[in-house]
């Protein structure tokens, strides 16, 4: 079972790419898709509600019989950390071998997180590189023992999409055609989200 957790704020092609290449070459049942309800590193003022982005997640899985939405990190109280997180998920899938998907940039700033080594004891990572991420792997490996052996790097062709950037070109009033899936986009324009932040 993958893991993609974040902030979907909105939830785009690079999102749905990951999801799709660590379902494919790990052999994956199933993804669950975790929308965090107050993201532990993000102004919280300047996030869409979490309904609107558990709505807009939904909207862009529906279609994939593996990809499910899981609201667990969206209700559950404050902090919303990934280590706190997995003993929630393995609580409900028990049986389940766990990877949590991420980018490579947020593999090279892995030592950052909450807990990074409670987290590989949990779980395995499986990474998908992104423009510009230049992993070191002996720093890595100094800061959090044991991460390289516990790390599945992905294939594929990378994307450089991100949602801050998805937010900043709606702002500028341009057009988010082919940035995320057409249901997604239907629903930013009949809220009008993005449009003044």
Known sequence: MGLLGGTFDPPHYGHLWLAESARDQLHLDQVL???????????????????????????????????????TDAVRPRPHTTCSLLPLLRAAHAQADLWLLIGSDSLRDFPTWHEPACIITQCRLAVLDRPGAVVDWPDLETAVPGLRAATDMLDGP?????ST???????????????????????????????TR
């Open 33 to 71: 898709f975790l929308p965090v309800g107050e993201p532990p590193h993000k102004d919280r003022q300047g996030i869409t509600a979490v309904s609107q982005r558990l709505h807009m997640t939904q909207l862009a899985i529906n279609g994939h019989p593996a990809f499910q939405l899981d609201d």
């Open 158 to 162: 990378t994307m450089d999409i991100s």
């Open 165 to 195: 950037a998805v937010r900043r070109w709606a702002r500028l009033g341009h057009s988010l055609r082919y940035l995320l899936p057409d249901s997604v986009l239907n629903f930013i324009t009949q809220q009008s989200l993005y449009e």
